[in-house]
Nanobody, 121 residues
Framework: QVQLVESGGGLVQPGGSLRLSCAASGSIFRINSMGWYRQAPGKQRDLVAIITSDGSTNIADSVKGRFTISRDNAKNTVYLQMNSLKPDDTAVYYC???????????????WGQGTQVTVSS
């Protein structure tokens, strides 16, 4: 099994910054990609950013230029640096990883528990 542990959420004023971290642990053979999704109350869960094992990234248009995704493969950790935060960024942010384990034939997607980000003055 795989566990994803998130940290770094909190309350910040508009224009402020936060850095989210997500560390994967468990029976990991290979992490194909890691990323972040977010979901506001009553809204759909949307992709924020994703990074693959070779370093390729996909960033949502709504956060492009403000958010940066990065990873430390040795630590099985992904980061989301969030700058120039807006009230519309308020959501629960969920870590996501596509992982090949030692015990299963195929790769599967795993989710963290979510961390609250609130942008408000």
């Amino acid at each position: 099994q795989v566990q994803l542990v998130e940290s770094g959420g909190g309350l910040v004023q508009p224009g402020g910054s936060l850095r989210l971290s997500c560390a994967a642990s468990g029976s990991i053979f290979r992490i194909n990609s890691m990323g972040w999704y977010r979901q506001a109350p009553g809204k759909q869960r949307d992709l924020v950013a994703i990074i693959t094992s070779d370093g390729s990234t996909n960033i949502a248009d709504s956060v492009k230029g403000r958010f940066t995704i990065s990873r430390d493969n040795a630590k099985n950790t992904v980061y989301l640096q969030m700058n120039s935060l807006k009230p519309d960024d308020t959501a629960v942010y969920y870590c996501n990883a596509d992982v090949k384990t030692f015990t299963l034939r195929f790769s599967y997607t795993y989710w963290g528990q979510g961390t609250q980000v609130t942008v408000s003055s």
